[in-house]
């Protein structure tokens, strides 16, 4: 369908109102889709040791396969960049599959792939290649789920990943809702912040119901509507997509049991989908063949309204599922979806132990009704699990109200409600327009001790300000260097030491060019343009700074010529700097002459500045009085002369005619705007 040219003139108005980029402005994202890659996949790396070499299956011929990775080096704390291009060997084709074998001996980490196929059209597969280092005995997955991109606060999102970091993660395990309305810039910023932030820790995604319809999750992320993935000969993961209707189709149970089966000695098995199975919180028994019931109609079911609807029950799909997970000793269920903690231990009758573990939001701000958060996992090759970041006040699987149960690790410095001693760690990125500031607050009860990659898109660093604050917590930059990605685009890769210890914070500023100026206001403009004494007003702010930008809301005060403060509300603070701040100022004083507006806005780099804005206000309108006639006259004399009066008043009826003429005027006026609108869209639509 085409789109209406006056819609697309809006839009590029709209467009033309944006601020200008500034320095620090992200390129084009070289996330372009997979273009015909189906393994490995972003969300579903390819796992290899460092001889083994690895597969990959596209849907056109591929003439070289190019590795690539930046990675920090401990023994020489400086960093390295690894890229090698190889020549892949073709094992099979058919079904308009090509499937080929890329020998290669690679050092452990985590691995941007680039294909060349053979017309001369390109691919990027970003963080889709893992070579494991050997003797991993134990795996620390960290769980995400609702991410929700598009919705929420970025800073959520942001914390989620660079926790993934931070708690040196062997493996993050996302649960879905990835985006908020699967719209592909959604996919963009995703993939931005998981390649900037969890830049060293592969991630296995499966989609959400927000991500539906999957076309833009697919080509950005690649097909996880089924697993089976096994990266150590004791670990599996399986599991998928469960659709906007909350649960398997026939067909992908039986590619579950078909996985389970085949990997049955796997020690460790781990199922992973979006929606509950359960509804509940604590220990649930319930022997085979017990009459699962509508949680819908029977308010004591444990199980969710989606894998305990009515039509999941007829066909069987849960109990087949459970009787899965039973026969072929699923040790933990991952899900999200409700936007809160709920942990149950699920014991069958015949024995064995099986956790269903569903975490809160990881980044939508608006959790409901409890807060933002991620979990850590320990898992062992000898079938236990351990929550070593689990805080205090962690009930983990005993039986408790489902739904004022605090478990994960909380990323929240606002939630709706908090439990007695609730603690939390949270960090933010602020953009200026020639330096990243990141900060990290640590209210939790354990240091966060670890070295972060970081690439920084589009920066040339120039100055590193790291902070020591008086706990001794610091953020330290142990190496950089300027990389261009084999797409062209460009990042400044850092090696980031934190020490962020319990009850404290600290900050990094890595500035493109040094700030050495405070923010700055200035008036943009009013409305109305030229401001009256005694009326109201809105004023347009723009505030800017020479490189770090704002650190915190600036402080707005307005005073009028005679000192007397003036009422102000702030209804929008800047969003990126430059930005603009909206002021409204309901009235003004009837006798001042001008107002001035001072704005105090501080930058990461430490500078402090008042801006005062000096906004002249007209003299209201002189007001016109009418002499009237003493009436303190005898009353004989006012009845006497009412017959004057009355041939007085009646000049006032032409007057109150032209009104009326008027307000029909502007009916019409109004009738005929409606007129022309309705033809024109007639037009339009007749040129579709």
Same mark, same amino acid.
């Given at each position: 369908?085409?789109?209406?040219?006056?819609?697309?003139?809006? /839009?590029?108005?709209?467009?033309?109102?944006?601020?200008?980029?500034?320095? *620090?402005?992200?390129?084009?994202?070289?996330?372009?889709?997979?273009?015909?890659?189906?393994?490995?996949?972003?969300?579903?790396?390819?796992?290899?040791?460092?001889?083994?070499?690895?597969?990959?299956? =596209?849907?056109?011929? /591929?003439?070289?396969?190019?590795?690539?990775?930046?990675?920090?080096?401990?023994?020489?704390?400086?960093?390295?960049?690894?890229?090698?291009?190889?020549?892949?060997?073709?094992?099979?084709?058919?079904?308009?599959?090509?499937?080929?074998?890329?020998?290669?001996?690679?050092?452990?980490?985590?691995?941007?792939?680039?294909?060349?196929?053979?017309?001369?059209?390109?691919?990027?597969?970003?963080?889709?290649?893992?070579?494991?280092?050997?003797?991993?005995?134990?795996?620390?997955?960290?769980?995400?789920?609702?991410?929700?991109?598009?919705?929420?606060?970025?800073?959520?999102?942001?914390?989620?990943?660079?926790?993934?970091?931070?708690?040196?993660?062997?493996?993050?395990?996302?649960?879905?809702?990835?985006?908020?309305?699967?719209?592909?810039?959604?996919?963009?910023?995703?993939?931005?912040?998981?390649?900037?932030?969890?830049?060293?820790?592969?991630?296995?995604?499966?989609?959400?119901?927000?991500?539906?319809?999957?076309?833009?999750?697919?080509?950005?992320?690649?097909?996880?509507?089924?697993?089976? &993935?096994?990266?150590?000969?004791?670990?599996?993961?399986?599991?998928?997509?469960?659709?906007?209707?909350?649960?398997?189709?026939?067909?992908?149970?039986?590619?579950? =049991?078909?996985?389970?089966?085949?990997?049955?000695?796997?020690?460790?098995?781990? *199922?992973?989908?979006?929606?509950?199975?359960?509804?509940?919180?604590?220990?649930?028994?319930?022997?085979?063949?017990?009459?699962?019931?509508?949680?819908?109609?029977?308010?004591?079911?444990?199980?969710?309204?989606? &894998?305990?609807?009515?039509?999941?029950?007829?066909?069987?799909?849960?109990?087949?599922?459970?009787?899965?997970?039973?026969?072929?000793?699923?040790?933990?269920? *991952?899900? @999200?979806?409700?936007?809160?903690?709920?942990?149950?231990?699920?014991?069958?009758?015949? @024995? @064995?132990?099986?956790?269903?573990?569903?975490?809160?939001?990881?980044?939508?701000?608006?959790?409901?009704?409890?807060?933002?958060?991620?979990?850590?996992?320990?898992?062992?090759?000898?079938?236990?699990?351990?929550?070593p970041y689990a805080p205090p006040f962690f009930i983990g699987f005993k039986n408790a109200s489902r739904a004022t149960v605090y478990n994960s690790i909380p990323t929240d410095p606002h939630p709706k409600r908090a439990p007695s001693g609730y603690v939390y760690l949270h960090a933010n990125l602020i953009v200026g327009p020639g330096a990243y500031t990141l900060m990290v607050t640590n209210r939790y009860t354990y240091p966060l001790e670890s070295v972060v990659v970081l690439p920084l898109p589009a920066l040339h660093v120039a100055q590193v300000l790291n902070s020591t604050t008086k706990k001794g917590s610091s953020i330290e930059v142990l190496d950089y260097r300027n990389v261009t990605l084999p797409t062209g685009a460009e990042y400044a890769f850092l090696a980031v030491k934190l020490h962020v210890v319990p009850q404290s914070s600290a900050t990094l500023m890595v500035a493109a060019k040094p700030d050495k100026e405070p923010p700055r206001a200035s008036l943009e403009y009013t409305i109305p343009s030229k401001p009256v004494a005694g009326e109201g007003l809105r004023v347009f702010i723009r505030v800017s700074d020479d490189s770090s930008g704002l650190l915190g809301q600036p402080a707005v005060s307005v005073v009028d010529d005679k000192g007397r403060t003036v009422k102000a509300q702030v209804l929008m603070y800047p969003t990126s700097v430059p930005g603009d701040m909206f002021l409204y100022i309901p009235s003004t004083p009837s006798d001042a002459s001008y107002l001035l507006v001072k704005v105090r806005a501080s930058d990461p780099a430490g500078h402090t500045g008042v801006s005062t804005i000096k906004i002249p206000l007209a003299a209201p309108p002189a007001t016109t009085t009418t002499a009237t006639h003493s009436m303190a006259t005898s009353t004989h004399t006012t009845q006497a002369s009412s017959a004057s009066t009355q041939a007085a008043s009646t000049p006032a009826t032409p007057s109150t005619t032209t009104g009326k003429a008027r307000s029909s005027a502007l009916v019409w006026a109004a009738v005929g705007v409606v007129i022309v609108i309705v033809i024109a869209a007639a037009v339009l639509l007749a040129r579709r």
């Open positions: 369908m085409r789109v209406a040219p006056w819609i697309a003139l809006l /839009v590029l108005g709209l467009a033309a109102l944006a601020p200008l980029a500034g320095a *620090l402005q992200s390129p084009p994202p070289p996330e372009k889709g997979l273009n015909g890659v189906v393994s490995p996949l972003p969300a579903l790396p390819a796992v290899a040791n460092s001889t083994s070499g690895f597969r990959i299956v =596209a849907a056109k011929e /591929v003439s070289s396969v190019e590795v690539f990775t930046v990675y920090y080096n401990a023994s020489t704390g400086r960093l390295g960049v690894y890229s090698k291009a190889y020549k892949p060997v073709l094992l099979s084709s058919g079904g308009g599959l090509y499937t080929y074998e890329v020998r290669a001996s690679l050092p452990p980490g985590l691995y941007d792939l680039y294909i060349t196929y053979k017309d001369g059209s390109k691919a990027f597969d970003p963080r889709s290649l893992w070579v494991i280092p050997r003797g991993l005995g134990r795996v620390r997955v960290i769980h995400l789920t609702d991410l929700h991109f598009g919705a929420g606060d970025s800073d959520y999102k942001l914390t989620a990943y660079l926790l993934a970091q931070a708690f040196n993660a062997t493996l993050i395990i996302n649960t879905g809702d990835e985006a908020d309305t699967a719209d592909v810039h959604q996919y963009y910023q995703s993939l931005a912040y998981r390649y900037t932030f969890a830049y060293s820790v592969p991630e296995v995604l499966v989609p959400g119901n927000h991500d539906y319809p999957p076309g833009n999750f697919y080509r950005y992320y690649g097909n996880t509507t089924v697993i089976c &993935w096994r990266p150590l000969p004791w670990l599996l993961v399986t599991g998928g997509y469960t659709w906007e209707v909350g649960h398997f189709t026939e067909a992908q149970i039986r590619a579950i =049991a078909s996985c389970l089966q085949a990997n049955s000695d796997a020690a460790v098995k781990i *199922l992973i989908m979006h929606h509950p199975v359960f509804y509940w919180q604590g220990a649930v028994k319930l022997p085979p063949t017990y009459p699962f019931k509508d949680p819908h109609k029977d308010p004591h079911s444990p199980l969710s309204y989606y &894998w305990g609807a009515p039509e999941v029950l007829e066909k069987g799909l849960l109990r087949q599922l459970l009787e899965l997970i039973v026969k072929y000793n699923v040790t933990v269920v *991952l899900a @999200g979806h409700i936007h809160r903690d709920q942990y149950v231990v699920y014991e069958p009758p015949g @024995g @064995g132990v099986h956790y269903f573990i569903t975490t809160t939001t990881s980044g939508h701000n608006k959790a409901r009704p409890n807060y933002n958060g991620v979990q850590v996992i320990d898992f062992y090759p000898n079938g236990t699990i351990k929550f």
